[in-house]
């Protein structure tokens, strides 16, 4: 149990609540337990997840690697691979750039939409290209800007398989860095209680992300540390003044801004929000100081949306864009919602590894009960941001959806949205944390803490599964580890055991951080 804090806050340490103000040894202490469980599930998919086993890890692999040496490569010359909206569209924004032949990725995708396929058909014997090699990447127009670091590291692999695995080790130490801000920044201000939307907001999608060669992990949890800035702002308005909560917005906001396309939306979203609520007061009296703090937070994620609307402007130009809005567009994205949902919760691999229906159903369900919570026990501008945030997410979902999507006959993907929907869980949880009698919080946080990490359980046993014998009616055995035809290093025991430590460590988190009856909003205990 977590021992109440007695010793005096230091000077800086905000108040907290109505209880004592809590330290940063047991904001730290608060979060490291809360934070190390997705840690140690991101390990598990960066490491015991095959090579190129996410969506388009290829061509993140690629342009991670010809980013590590400033080489944002070249128009694809070769025509489409076929007539297929999808392939003329991929052709419209792929650039080819040099990259290291020994981990030139062609041929590990051979798995993708084959989910009877194991990934025992990827290469085993050690490319022996000298020198680089020219290699395509259809995310040639994804802006740039976080793809150095991962490529550096992942250009001292030794092969591709080994190159994909550092690459996810790098974007798992930002993600969790990432995590460790938000999560702080909502602990020192509003107590542990407080972190229930975040626990919501990490669905097995988002866990997913965290282990994968991608700027999906980074994008939702630059949205979250922005979510928690407002959040925070909405209960203690004093926060916005604080030196940390800048720092937090400068870090967060970059982040967001520089993750994708889609992340300049969610940061104006926010950004826009927490001015209306009030904070503009904050932002310009730290300007008009000549704070650099104030200075830093407003003008480098403002640099960053600029560097990436340059981008956009001089090198993103597909083909076959849809209308911004239409009837048939609308239709064709309702028709979606159901399986838009499924995927931002838990389809893994390429999103051909599907739990059932009724597993992911009751990561909805406590989702939707914590937003309806809120709603109910909120006051008038409670349920006037949940509402007004759900409402603009979803409008701003489906724009994506018509004009970059519909054209080609293709889904938006769940991990596009979450970070567009992160605002309303966490705020919601705010809500609950501070207006729901504490006993019921705790039984709810205690129910919650043993279903979910099962949800998170099954998806990680499904796509052990997957790769190890394939999945149908002609696949491997339910205990497939003596059929495996493919296994990580190590073989499949050590990375199940870590993913059951990692599930069982989420359920312990959840309950030591917010289901101890004794622990309210603003302070420990």
């Known amino acids: 149990m977590l021992a109440r804090v007695t010793g005096p806050a230091r000077e ?38 095959p090579a190129i086993a996410a ?30 909206p ?16 020994r981990l030139d990725p062609t041929g590990y995708a051979c798995f993708i939409f084959k989910p009877e396929a194991t990934a025992a058909c990827q290469p085993t014997t050690p490319r ?18 976080l793809y150095p670091m991962a490529g550096w590291v992942a250009s001292l692999g030794s092969d ?56 999906s992990a980074i994008e939702i949890l630059g949205a979250a540390g922005m979510a928690a800035v407002v959040a925070v702002y909405g209960r203690r308005p004093e926060s916005l003044s604080r030196s940390g909560t800048q720092a937090l917005v400068l870090v967060s906001g970059t982040a967001l801004v520089l993750s994708r396309q889609l992340g300049i939306v969610t940061m104006a979203v926010l950004t826009l929000l927490l001015l209306v609520l009030g904070g503009w007061r904050d932002v310009w009296a730290g300007l008009r100081e000549r704070r650099a703090v104030t200075w830093a937070a407003v003008l480098v994620p403002a640099v960053s949306t600029v560097a990436v609307a340059v981008w956009e402007l001089r090198y993103d130009h597909p083909v076959l864009l849809g209308p911004w809005a239409s009837g048939d567009s609308l239709r064709a994205f309702l028709e979606q919602a159901v399986q838009l949902t499924a995927e931002s919760i838990g389809w893994f691999g390429w999103l051909d590894v599907r739990p059932p229906d009724v597993v992911n159903l009751v990561w909805f369900a406590a989702a939707a009960a914590l937003v309806v919570t809120a709603l109910v026990l909120g006051g008038r501008r409670d349920r006037m941001v949940v509402i007004g945030v759900l409402l603009l997410a979803v409008v701003v979902s489906y724009v994506t959806y018509s004009r970059v999507f519909f054209g080609i006959n293709a889904g938006l993907q769940g991990r596009h949205v979450l970070p567009i929907f992160a605002l309303a869980p966490i705020w919601s949880g705010v809500v609950v944390a501070e ?4 006993r019921l919080f705790a039984v709810g946080v205690r129910v919650a803490a043993v279903a979910l990490p099962l949800v998170v359980l099954i998806g990680l046993y499904l796509n052990a599964k997957r790769y190890a014998v394939g999945l149908g009616p002609d696949s491997g055995p339910g205990w497939f580890v003596p059929a495996a035809e493919w296994s990580p290093p190590l073989g499949w025991y050590p990375w ?20 101890e009856v004794g622990v309210r909003s603003g302070t420990t205990r």
């Open 160 to 215: 591709p398989a080994s190159a994909d695995r550092l690459g996810r080790l790098v974007v798992l130490a930002v993600s969790a860095l990432l995590l460790w801000l938000a999560c702080a920044h909502l602990v020192r201000w509003l107590g542990p209680r407080s972190l229930v939307g975040v626990a919501l907001l990490m669905t097995p999608m988002a866990v997913f992300c965290l282990g994968s060669l991608s700027t």
């Open 55 to 84: 969506p388009d890890e290829d061509a993140h692999l690629v342009k991670a690697l010809g980013m590590a040496r400033f080489d944002i490569g070249v128009p694809n010359p070769a025509a489409p691979v076929s007539s297929h």
């Open 12 to 49: 800086h340490d905000p108040p907290v609540g109505s209880g004592p103000p809590v330290s940063s040894v047991a904001v730290r202490r608060i979060v490291a337990l809360f934070v190390l469980p997705y840690v140690l599930l991101g390990l598990w998919w960066a490491l015991a997840n």
């Open 86 to 101: 999808v392939d003329v569209r991929n052709a419209s924004i792929t650039r080819v750039v040099e990259i290291p032949g």
């Open 496 to 515: 199940l055991v870590l993913g059951i430590a990692g599930t069982v460590a989420l359920g312990v988190a959840w309950v030591r951080t917010m289901g």
């Open 128 to 145: 022996t290209t000298e020198g680089d090699v020219a290699a395509a990447t259809t995310l040639g127009a994804y802006p740039p800007f």
């Open 435 to 438: 207006r729901l009698r504490p």
